[in-house]
């Protein structure tokens, strides 16, 4: 029953580490594209082809994306850890119910008596 409960915990602080991640790659990214809104203001040059195009604006931007290409992937991973989640809960639910089905049920002493305890 620990080892259950163990792994449902474990599998629930993988979805909250998950769910951390994402926020502070979406936080990463709208602070990244509000830096690029305002090097482009600065600089008066918007169009990434145009020759006079900040460098740091275009670093910033391809930083910006693989952010955004890594918060995709996680979202996957956090759908699959979402379900081994909810998996590992549902079979502690069962085994908690096997376990109270187990000991609510009659008990008898090697000589075929039942206990007096639990009478």
Excluded: W
């Excluded at 029953?1 to 792994?7: P, S």
């Excluded at 994402?22 to 936080?27: D, P, Q, W």
């Amino acid at each position: 029953m620990k080892l259950k409960r163990f792994e449902a915990d474990e599998k629930g602080r993988k979805v909250a580490d998950l769910e951390q991640m994402i926020r502070e790659f979406e936080t990463m990214a709208s602070d990244l594209e509000r830096q690029i809104q305002a090097e482009e203001e600065r600089t008066g040059v918007k169009d990434q082809s145009h020759f006079a195009y900040s460098t740091f604006a275009k670093s910033a931007a391809q930083r910006r994306n693989n952010l955004v290409a890594s918060t995709a992937e996680l979202l996957q991973r956090l759908e699959a850890a979402r379900r081994e989640h909810e998996e590992a809960l549902a079979q502690l639910a069962r085994f908690a119910a096997a376990d109270v089905r187990h000991d609510s049920s009659p008990r008898r002493r090697p000589d075929g008596m039942r206990s007096a305890a639990l009478r």
